[in-house]
């Protein structure tokens, strides 16, 4: 990878999906097998999910992963 790379940010629309779908965050957490710290770290963006989870909960939903999460290019 070439150092004039621009770094990459993990946006995620979690937040929504699970509002859309009249979900808690603690029933979310336990669909899919995680803790509610987990759910409030991702949508909150202080940790971004390994992609078994990632993938997890756009199968939960019955989305395409890019629907619940997006990368955007940072400037250094």
């Known amino acids: 990878m070439s150092k004039c ?6 946006i ?3 937040h929504v999906w699970r ?5 808690t965050q603690e029933q979310l957490a336990k ?3 995680v ?3 987990t759910i ?10 390994s992609l078994e989870l990632a993938f997890r909960l756009a199968r939960y939903f019955q989305a395409d992963i ?3 999460f997006a ?3 940072e400037e250094k």
Do not use: C, F, M, S
Request: aromatic share 2%; glycine share 12%.
């Open 19 to 23: 509002a859309e779908h009249r979900l």
């Open 40 to 49: 409030v770290a991702i949508e909150g963006g202080g940790y971004n999910p």
């Open 5 to 10: 790379q621009p770094r990459l940010k993990i």
């Open 31 to 33: 669909e899919i097998g």
């Open 12 to 14: 995620n629309r979690l």
């Open 66 to 68: 890019n629907a619940i």
């Open 71 to 73: 990368i955007e290019e």
């Open 35 to 37: 803790t509610r710290a």
